[in-house]
């Protein structure tokens, strides 16, 4: 674990043989993987002296926030209902960082105005979405990296018809904003050209930075600032993480790499194909579905990677814990943790005393939240499962960010030790190919 001043603290005690058993990791096995993160960590370094890799100056930069400012006001003048149209990293970056407000947890207040985050392409899902709203004060974002990403497109397409068809069209260019790369030798990749054509505002996507790793830039600070949120409070945070880098710190000081060694040494030497990752919080909710993707698009190549899992307690419990418990021994855990005990609605000692629920009476909500977490915790280590906890006492933009920045380094970090590309994505390609043809293909 790092030295440095980190809003988080990841602990890995709990995945060792000298902890767990049988199950657990030895420590000549991680000291090994951990050594090998060393050549990963020195061309991070190379990367952010001679700016070749865009994310590690990310936490640096300032420039951006004017243009996220002046595109925040545009989105947000006259408006009752807000859509941002994107998928995968386009738009579960966003998900997370929206989560610190309340949005799309359980909790989620509809204030004006009401945030709606179309990610996942779905008939039923977008035609009650846009009935729900009225057209006249709804605006949209639509994120695409590359500009030919087909389910945004479709979904921008969608909303102009409804508009033009409830005689809205010489509004059009009022109602949308386009979030995607600039102009490469000239020429407009197709949602920018489209944009140009019915004099969309753009703001631009940073084309040094692939979709997965872009939460730091505007595709999760534009929707962060729409919202309220400190979009420098998220670099600062990111730029903790990165600071023992850059300060060349020993290997083992290194949380990202610390984590990475942990996976890899896991996977090689006790079979653990399995990542499930479990927060104790409805607000990380997003953030697990943003690093399942990452973890899962960056590192399954070649026959390498670990199958991401994503869990939230205490629900979980319920549903997945007895398989955790009982079944295949093929996994290693991740749990996040907040301070909660003594947070949230407190029941009263006087219904309670007396019945079934005593144990509950004087009892807050968080209270009950952090036992069932740290209980989670330990009997998984008593079941001589690996458990590698995070500790976050304060859930903000601070912390957010780097946790963001943790996981995108120790994925990098990880994808460097196995001798893939953690920037690329070449199997998926196969299945785009051929829903273009079947698409064509209905005539």
């Known amino acids: 674990m790092s030295k440095s001043r980190l809003p988080y603290v990841q602990k890995i005690d709990a995945c060792f043989f000298d902890r767990i058993g049988e199950n657990g990791l030895s420590r000549a ?19 952010h002296a001679s700016d070749t890799l ?38 579960l970056g966003a998900q997370a960082v929206a989560q610190l407000t309340g949005w799309g947890t359980q909790a989620q207040m509809q204030d004006s105005p009401r945030i709606h985050i179309m990610d996942n392409l779905d008939a039923w899902s977008m035609q009650a979405a846009l009935a729900d709203v009225d057209l006249r004060t709804t605006r949209f974002l639509v994120v695409s990296k590359s500009g030919g990403t087909v389910e945004p497109a479709l979904q921008m397409l969608a909303a102009m018809s409804a508009i033009e068809t409830a005689g809205g069209a010489k509004y059009m260019k009022h109602h949308f904003v386009v979030l995607t790369e600039p102009a490469r030798d000239g020429k407009p990749n197709p949602l920018r050209a489209f944009a140009e054509k019915h004099e969309f505002p753009t703001i631009e996507h940073d084309p040094r930075v692939g979709g997965r790793y872009a939460v730091l830039t505007t595709v999760g600070l534009l929707p962060a600032n729409i919202m309220g949120l400190d979009m420098e409070a998220f670099r600062t945070g990111a730029a903790s993480v990165l600071a023992p880098i850059l300060g060349n710190e020993p290997v083992g000081h290194i949380a990202p790499a610390v984590g990475a060694a942990l ?12 990542s499930v990752f479990m927060a104790y919080a409805d607000r990380l909710d997003r953030f697990i579905a943003w690093h399942c993707q990452l973890w899962a698009e960056s590192l399954g190549k070649q026959g390498h990677g670990t199958t991401p899992v994503k869990a939230i307690g205490p629900v979980d ?5 007895q398989l955790y418990l009982d079944g295949p021994r093929d996994k290693m855990f991740t749990i996040f943790r907040t301070e909660t005990a003594g947070e949230g609605p407190q029941a009263l000692a006087s219904l309670a005393e007396g019945t079934g629920f005593a144990a509950l009476a004087g009892k807050h909500i968080g209270d009950l939240v952090d036992a069932e977490a740290r209980a989670t915790i330990d009997t998984l280590v008593r079941n001589n499962r690996p458990v590698r906890e995070f500790m976050v006492p304060k859930l903000d933009e601070f912390s957010l960010g780097a946790l963001f920045m943790h996981f995108m380094l120790e994925t990098i970090i990880a994808g460097k030790v196995l001798g893939v590309d953690p920037f690329d994505q070449p199997a998926v390609e196969e299945g785009k190919i051929l829903a273009r043809k079947y698409l064509a293909e209905m005539g």
């Open 263 to 274: 996976s890899i040494a896991l996977q090689r030497e006790q079979g653990a194909d399995l």
């Open 54 to 91: 865009a994310l590690m100056r990310l936490p640096e930069r300032r420039d951006d926030f004017t243009p996220i400012r002046e595109m925040t006001a545009k989105l947000l003048d006259n408006t009752t209902d807000l859509f941002i149209f994107g998928i995968g990293g386009s738009s």
């Open 317 to 321: 419990q319920h549903s997945q814990l």
């Open 29 to 47: 096995a991680y000291d090994k993987a951990l050594a090998e993160t060393a050549p990963a960590l020195e061309w991070l370094r190379e990367a």
